[in-house]
């Protein structure tokens, strides 16, 4: 595990700091990210080095998982990381898989985490997402999952233009088609059908090219903001030049955003929502949100929140 400082001993602890401060130096966290430069990442190791806790930088792709009889481990660099005393893992989509069975791996030697491996391959299926939304009673736009070629009747029967068809695990805005008349849905899904691509619809929910995302930490709103699309473009996503601004949530919008993570068992999450006249609608769960554009409109870090959130969950 890469540190930049040795763990003080118990004897420098007393000496340097308060007494109410001794249980957060004792904590070992670990960040689970692909690189330790990326913004959120490095946001995070400088909270909790500023609150006095050992964080432990793990590269995600170079963990080793191990199950032999009678015995389960994960390792990283030759040692150990089962004596970790919270994770905070930053999963990017790439490695969803493989982050899934590292989160489960830690779960089962009961080191906790701030992102349950429930959350991370669920809430990285579309199709699965809104089903569990469903079940929670939210309100989601209408969704299909399509597995195979369509004809432009069904499309007529079923649903109603405009539609967006979505690959089941496209981020960022990617993988993602707004599509104005059926007779165009055709030649889309069938090009997909033929990648061998399962491919979920939405009904279009129209809106001024605004979206809402709601930052959410152990089932408290951090900070929102909304999300203005530039001109010429329908998508929200700040990678596509979308403005950020301040939202201040209404009573609504905060209740269905803290329902949604909590129905994945997320402890970090952002909720993507887009208000319409009917209210607002969940259109997608991220379970490793990132945060510079977050910080950059209201000026809120939420690094701080996700640190405290994982010496809380620490086991010493």
Not at 113 to 127: E, G, H
Not at 134 to 149: M, V
Not at 196 to 206: A, G, N, R, T, V
Not at 249 to 265: P, S, V, Y
Request: with cysteine; charged share 25%.
């Amino acid at each position: 595990m890469q540190r930049t400082k040795a763990r003080p001993n118990i004897k420098e602890i007393k000496e340097r700091c308060p007494l109410e401060e001794e249980a957060y130096i004792l904590l070992e966290v670990g960040i689970l990210s692909r690189s330790h430069n990326y913004f959120s990442t490095k946001e995070i190791i400088k909270s909790l080095k500023g609150k006095g806790v050992d964080p432990a930088y793990v590269k995600t792709p170079d963990v080793r998982l191990v199950t032999k009889q009678q015995e389960m481990n994960i390792l990283y660099k030759g040692q150990s990381l089962r004596s970790l005393d919270s994770v905070i893992p930053r999963i990017g989509r790439s490695l969803t898989d493989f982050g899934y069975m590292i989160i489960k791996q830690f779960e089962t030697l009961k080191v906790p985490t701030t992102l349950s491996s429930f959350a991370l391959v669920n809430a990285r299926n579309k199709f699965r997402a809104s089903q569990i939304l469903y079940t929670q009673g939210l309100p989601i736009p209408p969704t299909w999952l399509i597995a195979s070629q369509i004809k432009p009747s069904f499309i007529a029967k079923e649903m109603t233009c405009p539609i967006v068809i979505k690959l089941l695990s496209g981020t960022q805005g990617v993988g993602v088609i707004r599509v104005m008349d059926s007779k165009d849905a055709v030649p889309i899904v069938d090009t997909l059908d033929e990648l061998d691509q399962l491919i979920c619809i939405q009904k279009f929910l129209e809106n001024p090219g605004e979206d809402i995302r709601v930052f959410i930490v152990d089932s408290q709103v951090v900070a929102a903001m909304k999300r203005c699309a530039p001109q010429g473009e329908w998508r929200c996503n700040i990678h596509l030049g979308a403005k950020s601004v301040p939202h201040k949530l209404n009573f609504e919008e905060e209740e269905i955003a803290i329902k949604a993570a909590e129905a994945f068992h997320a402890g970090v999450a952002g909720i993507d929502m887009i208000p319409t006249k009917d209210g607002p609608y969940v259109i997608e769960v991220n379970v490793s949100p990132g945060f510079k554009g977050l910080l950059s409109a209201t000026g809120v870090n939420a690094a701080d929140t996700i640190a405290d959130y994982a010496i809380r969950i620490g086991k010493r």
